[in-house]
Nanobody, 126 residues
Framework: QVQLVESGGGLVQAGGSLRLACATSGRTVSNNAMGWFRQAPGEERAFVAAIRWIGGSTYYADYVKGRFTISRDNAKNTVYLQMNSLKPEDTAVYYC???????????????????WGQGTHVSVSS
C-alpha cells in the first residue's frame, strides 16, 4: 500500500506564495507518475499539475501555467507544488495523487491515479 501525506497549506494574501509537499511512504512509487488536484467549495475536484519520472515531463492546467511548478525529489520520496502569484480563486483543498503506472494513459485524469492523500487546505485572501 502507498501512503501520501500533504503539507504546506495555509492562509496567504493574494500575490503570495506557498509550497506544498507530498511525502510518500509504503510501497515505492518513485518511478510512477504523480499529480496534484484541487477541490474548491461546491466544485468538483480538478487537475492542477502532474509529473512523469521518465523524461521529467510536466503538465499543468491552463489556470496555473506560469504560476505553479511541480517537482519531485526521489531521494526524499517527496513531490512539491510551488505556488506563486496566488489568487483568491486558488482557494481549495489540494490533494496529492500517485499513479500505479510510470506513464498512465492520461496525466490529467483522476482515473489515472490510484493513491490519494488526505488533502491540505489553501486559502488565499484578497
Amino acid at each position: 500500500q502507498v501512503q501520501l501525506v500533504e503539507s504546506g497549506g495555509g492562509l496567504v494574501q493574494a500575490g503570495g506564495s506557498l509550497r506544498l509537499a507530498c511525502a510518500t511512504s509504503g510501497r515505492t512509487v518513485s518511478n510512477n507518475a504523480m499529480g496534484w488536484f484541487r477541490q474548491a467549495p461546491g466544485e468538483e475536484r480538478a487537475f492542477v499539475a502532474a509529473i512523469r519520472w521518465i523524461g521529467g515531463s510536466t503538465y499543468y492546467a491552463d489556470y496555473v501555467k506560469g504560476r505553479f511548478t511541480i517537482s519531485r525529489d526521489n531521494a526524499k520520496n517527496t513531490v512539491y507544488l510551488q505556488m506563486n502569484s496566488l489568487k483568491p480563486e486558488d482557494t481549495a483543498v489540494y490533494y496529492c495523487a500517485a499513479s500505479r503506472m510510470v506513464i498512465p494513459a492520461s496525466m490529467t485524469s483522476e482515473t489515472s491515479y490510484a493513491y490519494w492523500g488526505q488533502g491540505t487546505h489553501v486559502s488565499v485572501s484578497s
